[in-house]
């Protein structure tokens, strides 16, 4: 699987290899990556020379992990801090944005009237903490189960994953859970806020 990034005036690519398999990437040689970035995207296929060297490429190994406790006094961590996402539904950011949109939400009142306290952070981390253990959980099987099966075998995802892919309402719910998490967050308006100070 090839992800492609568009810089404007560069691509950046993301290969996705089976997990243990970078040394036998290596040991095939640059020629064979640049082969198989041609077969699997045949349009860059008279752009990847431009590979030249191994220097130009990086293994970035994920293993989705979290802290028991996210908070110490006057310390709030949020985000791969807090919570390391897996990255096969590319939703780390999308946490982390979360993440710090919920603790605007809870922390402002307490914050401005200088009533905060070390239990507004943990506040923060009962709010985040199950939708974080939600998405670590599916997005762990998705990789586990069926990406993995999808990288060892030439056919792809199992027959019955395709067919339920079809149905639009189950195909969106993927997308849609990566992109808003179990528990959207949403900005509070100033008015639900109270009087803050400035």
Request: proline letters at 9%.
């Amino acid at each position: 699987m090839l992800l492609l990034v568009d810089r404007g005036e560069t691509w950046q690519l993301g290969m996705v290899i089976p997990k243990g398999s970078w040394p036998q990437l290596r040991a095939a040689g640059l020629q064979a990556l640049r082969d198989t970035i041609a077969e699997l995207v045949p349009w860059l296929s008279g752009r990847v020379g431009q590979l030249a060297d191994w220097s130009q490429v990086s293994l970035l190994s994920v293993t989705a992990d979290r802290l028991p406790r996210w908070h110490r006094p006057g310390l709030l961590l949020l985000g791969d801090a807090a919570h390391v996402m897996p990255p096969v539904a590319g939703n780390g950011i999308n946490y982390a944005i979360a993440d710090a949109v919920a603790a605007a939400n809870l922390l402002a009142r307490p914050l401005a009237a200088g009533t905060f306290t070390e239990r507004d952070l943990a506040a923060v981390q009962r709010r985040r903490q199950w939708p974080t253990r939600i998405t670590q959980k599916a997005t762990g099987v998705l990789q586990d189960r069926l990406l993995a099966r999808a990288l060892r075998t030439a056919t792809g995802p199992p027959k019955p994953v395709r067919w339920l892919l079809r149905i639009p309402l189950l195909r969106d719910l993927a997308p849609r859970l990566a992109a808003f998490g179990a528990r959207p967050e949403h900005v509070r308006p100033a008015a639900d806020l109270g009087n803050l100070r400035p």
